[in-house]
């Protein structure tokens, strides 16, 4: 989960309940937007989304120093 304070590690079950959502849309339901639609392993709070478009249009930054950042505030071994 990488979220405005930090790329983050948890495990994630999904309902496999009948009737169930796709994982992908349970994903959308807790907030969370999917890096894949097919089999996600990855998602992005709504939050660190809309901060990176902010920063992206204000200061030009870019995906992957946007990114690059994030991952500084969860470890500075980055």
Known sequence: I???SGVHSVSIW???CPGALNPDMQLFQAGL???SFTRPKTAFT???LDDFLLDNLECGT???NYY???QRLTSSIF
């Open 14 to 16: 999904y309902c496999h």
């Open 33 to 35: 937007f999917p890096a």
């Open 2 to 4: 990488v979220d405005k």
């Open 68 to 70: 690059s950042k994030i």
């Open 46 to 48: 709504f939050s660190v």
């Open 62 to 64: 870019s995906a992957m």
